[in-house]
Nanobody, 124 residues
Framework: QVQLVESGGGVVQAGGSLGLSCAAS????????MGWFRQAPGKEREFVAF????????DYSDSVKGRFTISRDNAKNTVYLQMNSLKPEDTAVYYC?????????????????WGQGTQVTVSS
């Protein structure tokens, strides 16, 4: 089992940047593919980004591609999400998640462990 704790959320103006971190503890961090998801009020949780166990493969939703960057440091048991050119529609609670699947599809159902979430608010 792995425990995940997100940090770095906050309030930022449109066009600004914010970086999120997710620290993992428990079983070997490098055994898990990692993902970021987000959930806005009244909406379903949606996929944002994925990174493979070694960090060699990444994937993004179309809505964040070119603006967000996912990365990981297995020595620090941490996954990151750098968010640039933020838009008001990026406002949501952001969750990191871990999957035992090597390359999980972009679905929350394929992720097995979740953090508690961190709020990101982008003002216009």
């Amino acid at each position: 089992q792995v425990q995940l704790v997100e940090s770095g959320g906050g309030v930022v103006q449109a066009g600004g940047s914010l970086g999120l971190s997710c620290a993992a503890s428990g079983r070997t961090f490098s055994s898990y593919a990692m993902g970021w998801f987000r959930q806005a009020p009244g909406k379903e949780r949606e996929f944002v980004a994925f990174i493979s166990r070694s960090g060699g493969i990444t994937d993004y939703s179309d809505s964040v591609k070119g603006r967000f960057t996912i990365s990981r440091d297995n020595a620090k048991n941490t996954v990151y999400l750098q968010m640039n050119s933020l838009k008001p529609e990026d406002t949501a609670v952001y969750y990191c998640a871990a999957s035992s699947t090597i390359v999980p599809p972009p679905s929350s159902r394929r992720y097995h462990y979740w953090g508690q979430g961190t709020q990101v608010t982008v003002s216009s």
